[in-house]
Antibody
């Protein structure tokens, strides 16, 4: 069974750094892209970018380029979303998802449960 | 950037009825479109990909169709668990989501 499990809720101060995680299991972690999506309170879904664990390739939405960093550790099947200096406007729930099909970054097939971030 | 426009913003439907949700792309996508369902406090769930293919485990009452840059998600015989927000997403040129359609109880 494919599972995507994210790290828990975080409360941070403006200016602090943060790395949240996304662990995949039940599939070949290195042959599926991971996507990241932001959802601000009461709002819709925003595509942030994608990350390929196989070779660490990244594609960032222009809206998020330079604001966040994607990375991963294939030894523990985990992808990361990182901020170096948080802002109040980063308050949101962040979702990661396994993209399908294998090796191709198309649709968001399997989603994590979301990681709530509050910056205040 | 490809802009995805969903309509209506809110759809009021009674259980057992059919819901028809629309999604228009600002340019051609081929069949590179997905539909997702999101319930309050939950992650989105993939319903349809390739514009018309149901994802694994999705009931047959959900169907997708396409005509040019217009895409439709149809939910036949609406069940209580189908009341949710539905998003379309294009993956032809990078990725963008529509703003969502809320299907609510009439």
């Amino acid at each position: 069974e494919v599972q995507v499990v994210q790290s828990g809720a975080e409360v941070k101060r403006p200016g602090e750094s943060l790395k949240i995680s996304c662990k995949g299991s039940g599939y070949s972690f290195t042959t599926h892209w991971i996507g990241w999506v932001r959802q601000r309170p009461g709002k819709g879904l925003e595509w942030m970018g994608i990350y390929y664990p196989g070779d660490s390739e990244t594609k960032y939405s222009p809206s998020f380029q330079g604001q966040v960093t994607f990375s991963g550790d294939t030894s523990i099947n985990t992808a990361y979303l990182q901020w170096s200096s948080l802002r109040a406007s980063d308050t949101a729930t962040y979702f990661c998802a396994r993209l399908g099909p294998t090796g191709s970054p198309d649709y968001f097939a399997d989603w994590g449960q979301g990681s709530l971030l509050i910056v205040s | 950037e490809i802009v995805m426009t969903q309509s209506p913003a809110t759809l009021s439907v009674s259980p057992g009825e059919t819901a028809t949700l629309s999604c228009r792309a600002s340019q051609g996508l081929g069949s590179n479109l997905a539909w997702y369902q999101q319930k309050p406090g939950q992650a989105p769930r993939l319903l349809i990909y390739g514009a018309v293919t149901r994802a694994a485990g999705i009931p047959a009452r959900f169907s997708g169709s396409a005509s040019g840059t217009e895409f439709t998600l149809t939910i036949n015989s609406l069940q209580p668990e189908d009341f949710a927000v539905y998003y379309c997403q294009q993956y032809f040129n990078w990725w963008t989501f529509g703003q969502g359609t809320k299907v609510e109880l009439k």
